[in-house]
């Protein structure tokens, strides 16, 4: 009997990344980390620091994927509302983490630096905390979503504490082979190959290097001997398109 | 009188982003050339090459903002369904661009390959071709919804060719300076700074380069006089928190 697939969103909070500012990386890292646990992610959504924008995503999303990471938007200062939205979404108050505060008051700050570093204690009641392996303050899980930080350092480093503690499903191995050949001069075998194989994901994704074109052709999904099942097949059309296949790779 | 916000949403639709094989790069370049165009990207998605997702997501978003762009899934393989899904979305038929099959004709093929790269010239009944200066095959607009390829280099020649043909408002300028003190040092001024220029956006950014913390305050609008006050006041808020702005930019 099958296992069944269990499903992520990513939700990248920050204008930074919209603008152009800043090059997301978190996404990338997310999924191939949640990838070799079984999940996989099956959207994400980049949106900015606005309130009523996050509230619905984060409602709308929670309920579609088994699991919601968000990243960024839980530091000390005026644009970090993401525990603020988390909270309204699920329509509880934010509460005084005292392991977070804890965590902040072992540096010693003025007043007024103290008061601005205690908005990261904040988390929605209910919630429990995700540990952070940097030392710094706490991410925070609610129900099915996961609160991580922006920093990529950070965010990996909380994401990574999440190893064991979450449900997964069979984890997906890929195959894959290049070719020095357009993508058209196998469209058709590798369309009837996916025919064959509705369980195995079969992409075609072109490259330029230096100045040959080529394609890589990526398999995917859960069943072992059909990955190389289909692996053969590509190679054969590989080779009656009169290219050798090369670089094949498992993972 | 102030020109209205002119918005877009970005759709980057491929498994091979999702399953962390390949890092997104183009949400990036797109957000920065639309900004020097007046047109802000308020949401991006990442989602997968499933026809039902692709057209549920550009029914959804192309009512929502005043442009949609989509990058992927305009190669000659099976798992190309991007046209098919704007069509599906809009409500028409594929139609062939003799356009696109006399750029396609160009380089002979056996009829097998050829029927493949056929693919790339269908586009929904009623669209308009979108340049590609590489010279390969056009992409193409349906109403407010652009249609480019997922290569970037591709990507970046169908982009560069819609330059002032869109509607933009004002250009978004910014300013941005570096402390080397921690968010939380600043924040409270930070926080009653934003409250008075409410039309720009105030982001705190923090980083880490090799062992100093520091973080970089960027500020967003179209307001050059408002930007250049603001500033001045974030500058004083680093010196009364004993530090030294540094790196000052505009752009």
Chains 1, 2 share one sequence.
């Not at 269990?6 to 997310?30: F, K, M, Y």
């Not at 994704?205 to 289909?230: H, I, K, N, Q, W």
Request: include cysteine; proline fraction near 5%; glycine fraction near 10%.
């Amino acid at each position: 009997m099958s296992e069944p697939t269990v499903t992520a969103c990513v939700l990248i909070i920050g204008n930074e990344i919209l603008s152009g500012r800043t090059q997301d990386i978190n996404l990338n890292h997310i999924a191939v980390t949640l990838g070799e646990w079984g999940i996989r992610v099956r959207e994400a959504r980049v949106i900015p620091d606005v309130e009523d924008i996050v509230v619905a995503a984060v409602n709308e999303t929670r309920s579609a994927y088994d699991y919601v990471f968000t990243t960024g938007g839980i530091g000390p200062t005026h644009d970090d509302i993401t525990a603020d939205c988390i909270a309204r979404a699920f329509g509880v108050e934010l509460v005084t983490s005292p392991e977070i505060a804890a965590i902040i008051e072992q540096r010693p700050a003025p007043p007024d630096v103290m008061k601005s570093r205690m908005r990261m204690a904040r988390i929605p009641d209910g919630a429990t905390l995700v540990e952070n392996l940097t030392g710094g303050p706490q991410g925070f899980r609610m129900d099915n979503v996961f609160v991580l930080a922006g920093i990529p350092r950070v965010m990996q480093a909380m994401l990574a504490s999440l190893e064991g503690k979450l449900r997964g499903g069979k984890v997906i191995q890929s195959r894959s082979v290049t070719a020095y050949l357009g993508e058209s001069q196998i469209a058709g075998d590798l369309g009837r190959i996916q025919d064959r194989y509705p369980d195995i994901d079969l992409g075609s994704y072109p490259f330029l290097r230096g100045d040959r074109y080529g394609t890589s052709l990526v398999m995917r999904g859960t069943d072992e001997t059909e990955l190389e099942a289909m692996l053969e097949e590509v190679k054969s059309a590989i080779v009656a398109a009169g290219e050798t296949p090369q670089d094949v790779q498992q993972g």
